[in-house]
């Protein structure tokens, strides 16, 4: 009985063995027959080609992009600077104005004329303003 057992082991082990071999060699042909068809080879090198060439597509677009973008950026910056310079402009000749009164204000104090202050009711005043 033990004999019987054994024999039948190994005779499954021996048909799955030439099976198994069988069904390998079999696959390995039909791999080595389609493997290399020139236009499957082709085909890979035009996928690549095409993959290439929009990655170039879109390195470009970005580099748009990023140009466009400093671009504003710098349209931006541009119209900081002037509209900061326009205010001091405007702040210079404020002051200017300011002290050009302040000194026509002082002058007719000086030489007895109305202060501004008066509201034309001809006071003339020659004491000193505090500020």
């Known amino acids: ?31 080595r027959s389609s493997r290399m068809r020139n236009p ?13 060439e929009s990655e170039k597509a879109k390195e470009a ?3 748009e992009e990023a140009r466009k973008a400093a671009e504003a950026e710098a349209r931006e910056n541009a119209k900081k600077l002037a509209r900061a310079k326009l205010l001091r402009e405007r702040k210079q000749a404020m002051l200017a ?24 009711a001809g006071l003339y005043s020659f004491a000193p303003r505090y500020r």
């Open 97 to 120: 104005r300011l002290q050009q009164q302040r000194e026509q204000g002082e002058n007719s104090l000086a030489f007895g004329y109305a202060a501004p202050f008066s509201d034309g």
């Open 61 to 63: 677009q970005r580099a």
């Open 1 to 31: 009985m033990v004999f019987s057992l054994l024999a039948y082991f190994f005779s499954m082990v021996t048909t799955f063995a030439v099976v198994m071999t069988v069904l390998v060699g079999f696959g390995d042909s039909q791999m």
């Open 40 to 52: 499957v080879v082709a085909e890979v090198n035009i996928n690549r080609d095409a993959f290439a």
